[in-house]
């Protein structure tokens, strides 16, 4: 999956389009990623004894990954995320319009 945790992406389509978010879940099995602010849907809840109050709560829902693109922080464009292999051999996200590296180092795709 090209979108990780902690990534800013661009909502490139839906009823939130043109907004920027942080990453907060990512569901590769399901190819879908929950964006901080984003994707707000109501839900009825039950009072549970001593647990929580009865009512309506907001709650972000996940998307799907096709519909972000992820923000380069070198160029702030939204990007496709390309991919490249640094000198240990590890393979790593790259964005292919200023090719600075997306992921940290002590943080790469094995």
Known sequence: MKVHKDDTVLVVSGADKGK???VR????DRNKVVV???KIMRKHTRGQRGARQAG???VEAPMDASNVMVICPG???AVRVGYTFVAD?????QCPACD???DDPDNRIK
């Open 100 to 102: 600075e590296l997306l």
């Open 25 to 28: 879940e990512v569901f590769p």
């Open 56 to 58: 309506i709560i907001e």
């Open 36 to 38: 901080e602010g984003m």
């Open 20 to 22: 920027r978010g942080r």
């Open 75 to 77: 160029c702030k464009k």
């Open 89 to 93: 051999g590890s393979k790593v996200r």
